[in-house]
């Protein structure tokens, strides 16, 4: 079993700073791309941010310059530096991550979500 949990949510006014974190752990053999998706109510889930296990990080267009994704492979941990935030980055960030629990093959984990509010 694997599971990812998330923390770090909250309320924010807009101009304002928070700090994602998402923890995996479980039965991991190894752990490649990580990354953070949202979904605001009424829209589909988009791409916030992934980053490989090397370190090579992709951005959605709407953060790009105002959100940096980094992580820590020796506690399985990915963060989500967020700055300059504005309304309509309100919010469920959901953590997701290809991991395989055995040399062969993977799978695509998501975390439960949390709900980042920036208020106007």
């Known amino acids: 079993q694997v599971q990812l949990v998330e923390s770090g949510g909250g309320l924010v006014q807009a101009g304002g700073s928070l700090r994602l974190s998402c923890v995996a752990s479980?039965?991991?053999?190894?752990?490649?791309?990580m990354g953070w998706y949202r979904q605001a109510p009424g829209k589909q889930r988009e791409l916030v941010a992934a980053?490989?296990?090397?370190?090579?990080?992709n951005y959605g267009d709407s953060v790009k310059g105002r959100f940096t994704i980094s992580r820590d492979n020796t506690k399985n941990t990915v963060y989500l530096q967020m700055n300059s935030l504005k309304p309509e980055d309100t919010a469920v960030y959901y953590c997701?991550?290809?991991?395989?629990?055995?040399?062969?093959?993977?799978?695509?984990?998501w975390g439960q979500g949390t709900q980042v509010t920036v208020s106007s």
């Open positions: 997701a991550a290809s991991i395989s629990t055995t040399r062969y093959g993977k799978s695509d984990y």
């Open positions: 980053i490989t296990s090397i370190g090579n990080t």
């Open positions: 479980g039965s991991i053999f190894s752990i490649n791309t």
